[in-house]
């Protein structure tokens, strides 16, 4: 059974830093690429980064460029998001993605994790 779990979200202030993880199991982790999406209350789910097979490879949504960063650790079966110069629009249910390929487009991925909040205060 595949299973993605994703961890360190919280209350940060505007400005600020988190670092989320989305531990995998179930399913051979270097196989797969891996996304981040987020859902803010009212809107759809958003793509915000990607990370191919190998970690050589990386997209990122503009609104997010520059301040986040995607990352893998294939050994570990996990990957982070780190996310700096938080902004209140960031809030958002952050989820962690596993599909065949890096992409910025949902449906795409097979697997998704149950999400973590992340709640950036002005």
């Known amino acids: 059974q595949v299973r993605l779990v994703e961890s360190g979200g919280g209350l940060v202030p505007a400005g600020g830093s988190l670092r989320l993880s989305c531990a995998a199991s179930g399913l051979t982790f270097s196989g797969y690429g891996m996304g981040w999406f987020r859902q803010a209350p009212g809107k759809e789910r958003e793509f915000v980064a990607a990370?191919?097979?190998?970690?050589?490879?990386?997209i990122y949504a503009d609104a997010v460029k520059g301040r986040f960063t995607i990352s893998r650790d294939n050994p570990k079966n996990t990957v982070y998001l780190q996310m700096n110069a938080l902004k209140p629009e960031d809030t958002a249910v952050y989820y962690c993605?596993?599909?065949?390929?890096?992409?910025?487009?949902?449906?795409?991925?097979?697997?998704w994790g149950q999400g973590t909040q992340v709640t950036v205060s002005s």
């Open positions: 993605a596993a599909g065949r390929m890096a992409h910025v487009y949902a449906p795409n991925y097979n697997f």
């Open positions: 990370i191919n097979q190998s970690g050589g490879s990386t």
